[in-house]
């Protein structure tokens, strides 16, 4: 395998850990602020103090992190090849979610992560 491949796929992987990373931090601190207020002013602020708080912001600057590794990715990879590796961000949230937060994985949630693992595998051999 080539350093240029090798550095691609660390892209991904990287791609992927940051938006992890953003999502599971965000539903975070968006279970500690409790509910949003109803009346739109005060929801609006409600979400701007949100977005301003340390842990949200980091979130945010993973994603923005996690786009410019995509970037660098498909400089590395065409995109019909590196896009279904992104698809593993599905499976790490949902575990994370029930890891972190106990929420609840069901079977047919299950069924469809395996399916998107599945796919992932048969798109990479092509």
């Not at 923005?64 to 992104?86: C, D, E, G, I």
Request: glycine letters at 10%; charged letters at 5%.
């Amino acid at each position: 395998m080539s350093l240029s491949a090798i550095s691609g796929y660390l892209y991904i992987a990287m791609t992927v850990l940051l938006t992890v990373y953003g999502q599971l931090v965000i539903k975070w601190q968006v279970d500690l602020a409790g509910a949003a207020p109803t009346a739109p002013v005060e929801k609006f602020l409600f979400l701007v103090r949100l977005m301003f708080t340390p842990w949200v912001f980091s979130g945010l600057a993973a994603a923005f992190l996690a786009s410019v590794f995509w970037l660098a990715t498909l400089t590395r990879f065409p995109l019909s090849y590196a896009y279904p590796f992104v698809a593993f961000t599905f499976v790490l949230v949902v575990g994370g979610g029930g890891l972190l937060f106990g929420e609840t994985i069901r079977l047919p949630t299950t069924i469809g992560l395996v399916l998107i693992v599945a796919g992932i595998t048969v798109a990479s051999q092509g």
